[in-house]
């Protein structure tokens, strides 16, 4: 029996966790790929080790303290905790910009404006624009506030 469009996209769609900032956790789930952002990788640590253990790729991204990090042929690691970092930057740095206007108003959503400005100053963007997205951040950024995430 032949799958249906539909169900065929939902065996193929990603899993999305979004969820209030340091009370998330990696469950037992089986995935293929796994894709973390901005979660401690030390408070996750055992879950990526199941989640590896049960054949799936796993992508971290974060700018969070670490500790030791596992080495597996299926764990790909983008951890920089510098104090102009932010989990967009790595990611900015990973999709080689092309999304990078997102990772400017994740920026301004982070509190860090001069990684923000930065980056616009790298794409060339006008001030009204720079402006504009960085209100977008922190409206995002008070929104998360207001729904109980950090």
């Known amino acids: 029996m ?7 996209y939902f065996l193929l769609a990603p899993v999305i966790v ?16 796994v894709t973390l952002l901005d979660l401690s990788y030390e408070k996750n640590r055992d879950a990526v ?10 992508r971290y991204f974060d ?15 983008h951890i920089d905790t510098g104090p102009q970092i ?3 930057t790595l990611v900015n740095d990973y999709l080689n910009g092309r999304h990078a206007k997102w990772a400017v108003v994740a920026a301004f959503g982070d509190a860090l404006p001069k ?24 409206y995002l950024k008070l929104l998360r506030l207001r729904r109980g995430y950090q």
């Open 86 to 88: 932010c989990t967009s």
């Open 63 to 77: 700018h969070h303290f670490a500790g030791e990090v596992a080495r597996h042929s299926r764990l790909e690691v």
């Open 49 to 58: 080790e199941r989640l590896l253990n049960t054949g799936a790729d796993v």
């Open 18 to 33: 979004f969820s209030p900032k340091r009370k998330v956790s990696v469950g037992n789930k089986r995935y293929c790929n």
């Open 2 to 8: 032949a799958l249906s469009r539909k169900a065929f």
């Open 115 to 138: 990684v923000g400005n930065a980056l616009a100053h790298k794409l060339g963007l006008e001030a009204n624009v720079t402006e504009v997205l960085a209100s977008l951040g922190h």
